[in-house]
């Protein structure tokens, strides 16, 4: 196409300089046009390091400019509903971090915005484009690995001794469940098909990191006896595996999250005592997430994962914060 959807970049957050903008560089459908930061000569300097041709020094700035078409949000969480609702009613469409919002309530109030303003809404897990997920529930449909058992799947990284990480602020939304245990409880509802009748997370809550948790392990229980076991961490090795237990095989995932080489895209399938590595072609997924997205508003179409999935997404998460703080199982 000739025309390029220009986005605004809202904030100079470290995804944005180090994945998402890059993706979007990438793009043939999309162009990273603005970026804006409170901070002006971070925003200049961000620009002149990214290629960005345009630099705001408010938010409200980049807002205003009739040329943008998409913003993008990495600011922390407790920004989102703010500046996505912001956002909808300047008429933009926007492309949210995850998790969407703080709660299914705040993402809620976001959907209905965007809705009312007749704009896209969408939560950034990018993930998901990745043309592995697909070939991944191709599989579990086949039957190839028999019927479902169980999933597994963690996320953790370590980095307790980043003082001013926003991740570590409780009233900013910080801690591991909504900034990586996020990923494993998206990806079991995706690749499910369904939603969880209940939740038990156990979680360290550090007092020297304002207590949120930085370390958490989960059951989430689906129909079917079915249940996604997880654990999510910031002070711990770093690791993002995910399998798939059936009957029949086994489908693994060793780096399901993030794909920053060839070889982390590859997935491997057991049956009947073989273990075989998938291949699968090196993509973008941050590319893919934007031209998702841009097809979708250039065409007039939905999401390919709707504003209404982040709501449900976040009422898993609500009820996983929930049972780590009262130490109980709690049913959804």
């Known amino acids: 196409m000739s025309k390029k959807l220009k986005w605004g970049i809202m904030g100079c957050a470290n995804i944005a300089q180090r994945a998402v903008i890059p ?7 999309n162009e990273a046009a ?4 409170r901070d002006g000569d971070k925003a200049k300097r961000t620009a002149k390091e990214l290629n960005i041709g345009t630099v705001y020094d408010s938010y409200e700035a980049l807002l205003g400019d009739p040329s943008i078409d998409v913003i993008y949000i990495p600011l922390p969480n407790h920004l989102h509903k703010e500046w996505a609702i912001r956002a909808a009613e300047a008429g933009k469409h926007i492309l949210c971090e995850k998790p ?10 976001m959907a209905e915005a965007a809705d009312k303003a007749g704009v896209l809404l969408s939560e950034a897990f990018m993930y998901r484009y990745h043309p592995r997920y697909a070939q991944i529930r191709d599989l579990i449909a086949s039957g190839a690995i028999g019927d479902i058992r169980g999933i597994r799947s963690a996320f953790t990284f370590n980095n307790p001794n980043d003082s001013a990480n926003v991740r570590f602020r409780k009233d900013w939304g910080g801690g591991s469940i909504y900034d990586v245990g996020c990923y494993p409880i998206n990806a079991a509802r995706l690749l499910l098909g369904q939603e969880p009748e209940a939740v038990t997370v156990s979680a360290f809550f550090s007092p020297q990191h304002d207590d949120v948790d930085m370390m958490a392990s989960g059951l989430i229980e689906f129909g079917g006896n079915v249940s996604l076991t997880f654990d999510c961490g910031m002070w711990a090795a770093f690791r993002n595996p995910l399998e798939v237990l059936g009957t029949d095989g086994i489908i693994e995932v060793p780096s399901a999250f993030i794909t920053p080489t060839e070889e982390s895209g590859h997935i491997y399938l057991t049956t009947g005592g073989e273990r075989r590595k998938i291949e699968v072609p090196y993509v973008n997924a941050y590319t893919e997430q934007a031209d998702s997205m841009a097809r979708s508003i250039m065409n007039g179409t939905s999401l390919a994962f709707p504003t209404s999935d982040a709501i449900r997404n976040m009422k898993v998460i609500d009820a996983c914060l929930s049972s780590a703080r009262e130490r109980t199982r709690v049913t959804l």
């Open 23 to 29: 993706g979007l560089h990438l793009s043939e459908l």
């Open 34 to 37: 603005a970026i804006a930061s």
């Open 100 to 109: 969407l919002a703080l709660n299914a309530h705040e993402a809620a109030e």
